[in-house]
């Protein structure tokens, strides 16, 4: 059987850039569930982490990016969506990345 992508059905205009690296970060641990890169890091957009590349906590308890999530709270596929349970975005009322 042939598989042939006929249509690449683009919903955001970025990508996933995790380049060749390993994807074995796969759990729903410390990772940005958008990007699936670790908190501790900056999103795809952003080469640095720190405060320019802050983090974002929604009422339903999930945290992501903050670039990550405005990306995709922008995009039509969200529908203002958390993208991890699909629960209308709420961000939560609290501050930055807790500090380590
Ligand atoms: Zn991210
Ligand atoms: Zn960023
Ligand atoms: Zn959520």
Redesign the pocket.
């Known amino acids: 059987m042939k598989v042939t992508v006929k249509h690449w059905h683009a919903v955001a205009t970025w990508r996933w850039d995790t380049g060749t690296d390993q994807q074995t970060i796969d759990e729903e641990g410390d990772v940005?569930g958008?990007?699936r890169?670790p908190y501790e890091g900056c999103?795809?957009s952003c080469k640095m982490p720190g405060d320019d590349c802050p983090l974002i906590w929604g009422e339903c308890s999930h945290v992501?990016?903050m670039?990550?999530l405005l990306k995709w709270i922008g995009t039509a596929a969200s529908k203002q969506q958390c993208p991890m349970d699909r629960r209308t975005w709420v961000t939560a009322e609290r501050k930055v990345a807790p500090t380590r």
């Open positions: 940005c958008i990007c890169v999103c795809p992501f990016h670039h990550c």
